[in-house]
């Protein structure tokens, strides 16, 4: 029986970053908002951005039997996206926040369910309905935060009712999917327990901690599994480092990116916080893609 993600395939994995997370909410008790957020942004630095900075090596190998004008269309598309999404936050911040929720939510869903289930189901919403759990789980509970930020994004203000009634739905979804699978439901007993544990660490954490944990403990550290699994195939000695150094450059440019806006461009300090997300977003959407393309490939499948 597989628990959890196909990169954390045994109970020692699940029970191991399960009880990080119930470590961190009682750390929460006595962790000063400017330390939680400090970590959380330690952690998105770090393994955030690491999980999605080997995309051009992923496309290099799923393309790797096409031609070379069909591979550079390809990174040049990449490319495209990536500076669509920092324009889509500069000039419409309404779409792009909007765009972001959604293809966050299916990208989440995505990772941690794919190849666990047979073809029969419809992935498409399954996946979003997972993701948007998440999403509107952290929403309802850090509601004042979140909708400062929506805000500070959109200037349209978000009755805290709208988060409830889309997490009621994005479950009562979800749940029907458990229902129509042949899955036992024993199979789906370490995801209830997951989603009570975040619950718990959402009310206690702030919102960047609680988001950040998740993202980096549960996202983007079995990502990285996923994706050096498909990349070397378990054909070369320390993968895992070889994969540091692969996607060393593009992590550098990243931070140096986003430390060059905060110096140089003049936003209050109450924007730090909608500003870091946004960039978390705007490198989002390139990646997600590309994971998608990931999983559907039979070295994906195999991993």
Request: proline share 2%; glycine share 6%; net charge positive.
């Amino acid at each position: 029986m597989n628990f959890l993600t196909r990169s954390f395939s045994t109970q020692k994995y699940f029970f191991s970053f399960l009880g990080i997370s119930l470590i961190s909410v009682i750390f929460c008790f006595f962790g000063s908002i400017w330390v939680q957020n400090l970590i959380a942004s330690v952690g998105i630095l770090t393994f955030g951005i690491l999980h999605g900075a080997n995309d051009l090596k992923i496309i290099a190998k799923k393309s790797s039997f096409q031609s070379t004008s069909y591979r550079f269309k390809f990174f040049v598309l990449y490319i495209i996206i990536v500076l669509l999404g920092i324009a889509l936050f500069f000039y419409i911040p309404k779409i792009a926040l909007f765009s972001f929720v959604l293809v966050s939510c299916y990208h989440f869903g995505e990772q941690h369910w794919s190849g666990r289930f047979d073809d029969k189901l419809d992935s498409l919403v399954f996946y979003f309905s997972y993701g948007a759990i998440i999403f509107f789980l952290l929403f309802s509970i850090q509601y004042t935060s979140t909708s400062e930020i929506n805000f500070q994004n959109t200037s349209i203000p978000i009755p805290k009712d709208f988060f409830w009634i889309c997490l009621g739905i994005s479950f009562l979804v979800f749940f029907t999917f458990i229902i129509r699978s042949n899955k036992k439901l024993n199979f789906f007993v370490f995801e209830f327990i997951l989603l009570g544990a975040l619950a718990l660490l959402f009310s206690q954490a702030t919102l960047l901690f609680g988001f950040g944990l998740y993202f980096v403990l549960w996202h983007s550290i079995p990502s990285l599994n996923s994706q050096i699994d498909y990349i070397y195939e378990h054909n070369i000695k320390n993968p895992i480092i070889q994969y540091i150094r692969s996607a060393l450059v593009y992590w550098i440019l990243a931070l140096i990116g986003l430390a060059l806006f905060y110096f140089y461009v003049d936003v209050s300090q109450e924007q730090y916080l909608s500003i870091f997300f946004s960039f978390i977003a705007a490198i989002t959407f390139p990646h997600a893609v590309v994971m998608g393309l990931m999983f559907q490939s039979k070295g994906a499948n195999e991993a």
